[in-house]
């Protein structure tokens, strides 16, 4: 049964389906050449397995956090939730490049311009509103990212998509 909510769409990422093609960041940056910087980013990590090793890949942008910390820290309020979707959208125009949501972002997902104003995915928004899917998950040839809207399925994604990234930089050090 589902449960009930108004509607909050969100990105879930399937690593073991993920072959580190790209398609994802390049229709991401194809859809949006207005970025001065590129919001998804694909993370390769190698782990060793009883039969050897293993390669995983993480495509990971902004999630569209229900709880979103970054909304939470920013002190300009550039940060809301698109009411029509459940995206988490962001203003830059009034941004003044503290880096604050940086830091409290759990997927890495927001970045700094060359002008310090911060940016992110946002979802792709006029395709969700025209009921098309996002750019990166309509160009995923393995369906890796998807999108849902059950909160249960979400936590468990934000979850283990947290524990992947904690576990590839401890590995980096």
């Known amino acids: 049964?589902?449960?009930?909510?108004?509607?909050?769409?969100?990105?879930?990422?399937?690593?073991?389906?993920?072959?580190?093609?790209g398609a994802c960041v390049a229709a991401?940056?194809?859809?949006?050449?207005?970025?001065?910087?590129?919001?998804?980013?694909?993370?390769?990590?190698?782990?060793?397995?009883?039969?050897?090793?293993?390669?995983?890949w993480c495509s990971v942008a902004c999630l569209h956090c229900e709880a979103s910390s970054c909304a939470k820290v920013c002190p300009k309020?550039?940060?809301?939730?698109?009411?029509?979707?459940?995206?988490?959208?962001?203003?830059?125009?009034?941004?003044?490049?503290?880096?604050?949501c940086k830091q409290v972002c759990p997927f890495d997902a927001i970045t700094l311009t060359a002008d310090r104003?911060?940016?992110?995915?946002?979802?792709?928004?006029?395709?969700l509103?025209?009921?098309?899917?996002?750019?990166?998950v309509d160009a995923c040839p393995q369906a890796a990212i998807t999108i849902d809207d059950r909160p249960a399925l979400r936590e468990k994604s934000h979850t283990e998509m947290i524990d992947w990234l904690q576990e590839k930089k401890a590995a980096e050090l």
């Open 1 to 21: 049964m589902r449960e009930p909510e108004v509607l909050h769409i969100f990105f879930n990422f399937h690593p073991e389906l993920c072959t580190g093609c």
């Open 28 to 56: 991401c940056m194809d859809e949006h050449s207005d970025f001065t910087c590129c919001v998804r980013h694909l993370y390769r990590q190698e782990k060793r397995t009883k039969h050897g090793w293993k390669l995983e």
């Open 77 to 100: 309020k550039c940060f809301s939730q698109d009411a029509e979707t459940g995206t988490i959208q962001l203003d830059s125009t009034a941004c003044i490049g503290c880096g604050a």
């Open 117 to 127: 104003k911060a940016d992110k995915c946002d979802g792709c928004i006029r395709r």
């Open 129 to 136: 509103r025209e009921g098309l899917l996002p750019r990166c």
